[in-house]
């Protein structure tokens, strides 16, 4: 009987420790300080106060302007990017003799918080700002397209379906859909480079007719300026398209050992910007320089124009549920306004 009592009073005595402990854990629970997931369950991730001053901090190198923007103290920054050294277990800063500077590890995990930070920022705008579901189009695009063409045609599509709103970006080469909330990208390319692009589908919009400029006065009086002469003259480049004056060269039968040298520029406003100023001449498709050709700013130096290697596309991915009702709208409009540019 003693042994059964000791056996019973045991197994009373683990009965209770396990409700003690049960309503520890729901006392705990509720009161909001943690829960009882055990620690293998815990996303990795550091909270959105601590990200957010060390992306400051990093893109400042100073905690002090840190602070300022964020509307915190120094020291609460300081602690904030300490304890993120600590949860890391790597140094993200160091003392120099003007201040902080990030090391290696410090700088590639700032631009990757960076980006995310920002992605984060612009999907929150995104559904504040969002109308009906289905209404809007995120759309890249080449940049100069954008400004020159493209947005100054939007208001006639705004007039005509006042319920979508279209969204743009810049993108100058291919990207990853999957890994953008874009819809749709204006990409300028040959056809191969537009086939190239993986797992995606491109609708045709307009070709390209790329043109020699320049400023009126290097002109020298005259109505145009021979091949040969514009070899021998200063030659503006588009790094996208490094080839371009070798190209036109050939067509034109003229051999210019030049024809790779003089200063270059990443977009094609640059490019026309330079050749208004009168720095050189340009290679440049028509369709971007309308209204400095009809101010006067530039003037078609010969009329050989590079052959037609390139055209707009409407790139979006594969498959029929990568297109909305907004986008087909869009996407009709785009290749009727293209049509009636002549």
Excluded at 111 to 122: H, I, T
Excluded at 234 to 255: E, H, M, N
Aim: charge should be positive; charged fraction near 20%.
């Amino acid at each position: 009987m003693v042994g059964r009592d000791r056996a019973v009073g045991k197994q009373c005595f683990f009965i209770q420790v396990c409700v003690c402990r049960i309503l520890k854990a729901k006392s705990v629970y509720k009161r909001g300080i943690r829960t009882t997931l055990p620690n293998a369950m815990r996303r990795k991730i550091p909270s959105s106060n601590t990200l957010l001053c060390f992306e400051a901090a990093a893109r400042h190198r100073s905690l002090t302007r840190a602070a300022v923007e964020l509307s915190l103290t120094q020291s609460a920054v300081s602690r904030q990017i300490l304890a993120l050294e600590e949860y890391l277990g790597q140094s993200l800063f160091r003392r120099t003799r003007h201040g902080m500077e990030l090391t290696a590890v410090g700088a590639d995990y700032a631009a990757r918080v960076a980006q995310r930070l920002g992605a984060l920022e612009q999907d929150t705008l995104d559904i504040m700002g969002a109308g009906e579901p289905g209404s809007d189009v995120h759309l890249a695009s080449v940049p100069t397209f954008a400004a020159k063409w493209l947005i100054p045609r939007l208001g006639e599509f705004a007039r005509l379906h006042p319920g979508i709103t279209v969204h743009i970006e810049t993108r100058t080469r291919p990207f990853l859909f999957a890994d953008t909330a874009l819809d749709a990208a204006i990409y300028a390319g040959s056809p191969e480079q537009v086939r190239q692009w993986a797992g995606t589908q491109s609708q045709h919009v307009m070709d390209e007719e790329v043109v020699v400029v320049c400023h009126p006065s290097l002109l020298g009086g005259r109505q145009r300026l021979e091949a040969e002469a514009i070899a021998a003259m200063p030659l503006l480049q588009q790094s996208t398209r490094p080839d371009a004056w070798s190209q036109w060269f050939d067509q034109a039968g003229v051999d210019a050992p030049r024809a790779l040298a003089g200063p270059r520029y990443e977009q094609f406003s640059m490019t026309v910007a330079a050749a208004a100023q009168g720095l050189g001449l340009a290679l440049v498709p028509r369709l971007l320089i309308e209204a400095e050709l009809q101010r006067g700013e530039l003037v078609i130096a010969h009329p050989l124009a590079l052959a037609n290697l390139r055209a707009y596309c409407l790139v979006r991915p594969q498959g029929p549920q990568s297109a909305s009702a907004a986008l087909e709208q869009f996407a009709r409009w785009l290749t009727n306004a293209a049509g009636s540019q002549g």
